[in-house]
């Protein structure tokens, strides 16, 4: 059957149609034609070629085919002479990939070991790295000043830093310096009665000062071009104001007279304590950098403050993974990115603090554990992904930055034993304070606290420190150990599969009873238990002096609030 024929579409158009089409197209033509006009471009100008009455026309001609002959020549030399260098190369990275294959084992493994060993030179982000340039600073060091926050001087100072600068003999001398004691504007960060008490109680151990570094330091071309454009004095705010600065130097110019020498002072500390603040104060120069990410300084770096001391700026102490999950959450020289692990160090922080303190702060109502907390704060600082879904990991860095950083204003309560530290005695303390002017200090210290102001004991959140953070000093320490995240993890997954068990005894005996009383007894008093785990053992004997808030999950227990303030 033969198929129908299918009419193609026709073009005719109404004239009305054709006509305004070709108006449009004489219009665009005309627009066009204007645009090249304006342009000057024109077109170019055909060659009119050698004119027959020129003399030597056959010459001319002649000698441009020449030149022709000449430039294709040229360019098959130059095509011939990179296949050759091609052939060549390729020929050597035969031979090379043929001696890799023949080679020895041994020699294979002697070469890897270079290029990691290079690599690891290269890397000045690694941990490694970070621990060769922190015992650089400690050896080359005269006087080390460790640098502490105010807000938790206990959990800044690492036993294992102290240990080694005590025991290296050389008459090498320890001082503590507490930071951030005040910061911005009006509340500052450390409530008055607070910090007199952590300074009555760290002088006992080594000399300490008060310190409070400016904030607003330019760098040295900036204020020079201002002084010279403006030929003003440049009027310094209270955030770029120094606290505490005249008192250290005045302690390091007495010891380089008693040492009859210039000295090389060494500044150290955990992450976002103000190591290269301290620095710049003094200097009243930006001159290292800073910032709120932590471990910005990653090797050491001198500056000259005059003829007679020198300052060594140090890469941040790296803090052990053995640690508890506060001290891993406030102390890591990284951010925490992972979703677990904020999770875990935002639980960490709250578990540390009172709740109604916290609900106060950032405005937010009740809450019943640490997701809960997150999605309130997302929503109160309008941190929506799309649909508007909270974005929980984002409150969660923007809570750890405030409390790394200099925002939160919090204090930490002191220890109920006033003891020396395990790793002090007597007679290292003694030799630490040897050649100081211990009455002057005090003084001095009393001094640069009455000039800065102090927010109300009341407004400040309590924090219950977690003690003192073990650091790792050797390179080999840096592979051992499971973090402390990690450990409260795995505590949480134990305990579950034990009431598991527990359980299904219970069932198969069928006396409620008895395991009410089983339980019971296994339960030991002065643990403080939180659903979400348990914050730290203490001995039956002693009295608890933590604070603690119920982060369940059912809504009966909301109002169970326990808050013990028993300190000394």
Known sequence: MRRPKLKKASKRMTCHKRYKIQKKVREHSRKLRKEAKKRGHKKPKKDPGIPNAAPFKEEVLREAEQRKQRL???KQKQ???????LEKKRKLQAKKNATKANKHPEEKESTIKLKAKS???LDKNSKKSFCRELKKVIEASDIVLQVLDARDPLGCRCSQVEQIITQSGGNKKLLLVLNK???YSFPDLVPRENLEKWLHYLKNEFPTVAFKSSMQLKDRSVQEKKLTKKRAHIDLSRG??????????KLLREHCKTQDKAIQVGVIGFPNVGKSSIINSLKEVRVCNVGPVRGITKCMQTVHIDKQIKMIDSPSIIAALSNSALALALRTTTDIEESGKLLDAVNAILKHCSKQQMMLYYNIPDFRNSVEFLTLLAQKRGMLKKGGVPDTESAAKLLLYDWTGAKVSYHSLLPSSRSLSP????EVVAEMQQGFNLEELAKDNMNTIKAVKYPNLASSIVFQSSGLTNGTIEENELTEGTSGLENMETSEEGEDLTEDDQDSDEEE??????SDVQTSSKTNPAKLSVEDGSLEKQPAGEQSRTLSF??????DQDDAYDFNTDYV
């Open 72 to 74: 294709e020549e040229l």
């Open 423 to 426: 790793h002090l005695t007597k």
């Open 79 to 85: 095509k011939l002479a990179r296949q050759k260098d």
């Open 509 to 514: 005996e069928a006396v409620e009873e008895e």
């Open 119 to 121: 690599n690891t030179l």
């Open 240 to 249: 770029s104001m120094c606290f505490g600065s005249e008192c250290l130097l």
């Open 550 to 555: 119920n982060l369940d999950e059912t809504t």
């Open 181 to 183: 004691i005040g910061l």
